[in-house]
């Protein structure tokens, strides 16, 4: 994968507030019954650029007697990739990724309320993260999302038909670091494709304006 570096893209934006991307693996869609499993954290600029190369990991231990109780889909799939032997294997306590990734984004990004979460269908890592022992993490960061799943669907309803067909294919490895750099590269792409067009073509009205 080809890292683009905002220093390409010789446009200004109203900000450059940094963006905390998370990947969670879980035990199933429900927050309120099902457990994370996986957590990979990324963090880039607003320009997209990744601050931290190796980024944050943690995979959290369950009993087997938990990922017993996960419907087909989430059994097959994260059998399937090594997660559920991970998951029995590791003793990471809920408690202490909660703190280790709290730690990692404070140490990076300090001021409070300032990253925006970030991610594809992100909304759903949320759900999970406002739970304890999560809840200090969302609680560090900007009440607003980037979901970059949005972004494609306002793509295909409002840009032409080759802006999507063109868009990053994704692998659906439902691994948490690939998944993230997958949705780092599609936003780049969409920032690229039809955000940056945008920036070009209100330079030439200020420049116009300018005559």
């Known amino acids: 994968m080809t890292e683009t570096t905002s220093e390409q893209h010789q446009y200004k934006s109203a900000t450059d507030d940094p963006l905390v991307w998370i ?12 457990e994370i499993l996986e957590i990979y954290c990324i963090l880039t600029t607003g320009g997209l650029d990744i601050i931290d190369e190796k980024g944050f990991h943690a995979i959290v231990h369950w009993p087997a007697s938990r990922l017993e109780q ?3 889909w989430c059994t097959t799939t994260h059998a399937k990739s ?3 032997e991970a998951v029995l294997s590791s003793t990471t306590t809920p408690e202490q990724a909660a703190s280790q990734l ?3 984004i404070t140490k ?6 300032v990253a925006l979460l970030a991610g594809n269908t992100v909304h759903a890592d949320r759900a999970f993260l406002r739970r304890e022992p999560y809840a200090k993490v969302t609680d560090h960061l900007h009440y607003r999302i980037l979901d970059v799943s949005a972004i494609k669907e306002a793509a295909r309803r409002w840009s032409a038909a080759r802006v999507t067909k063109k868009a990053p294919s994704k692998k659906g490895l439902h691994k ?16 690229d494709t039809i955000f940056r067009l945008t920036f070009e073509d209100g330079n030439k009205v200020n420049k116009g304006k300018k005559k």
Request: aromatic share 10%; proline share 5%; net charge negative.
């Open 23 to 34: 990947d969670c693996e879980m035990t199933g869609l429900n927050p309120d019954t099902e």
């Open 70 to 72: 996960m419907d087909e």
């Open 82 to 84: 090594g997660l559920t």
């Open 102 to 104: 709290y730690e990692y």
């Open 108 to 113: 990076h990004i300090p001021e409070k309320r």
């Open 176 to 191: 948490a670091r690939d998944d993230i750099l997958e949705s780092i590269e599609e936003a780049r792409y969409y920032r």
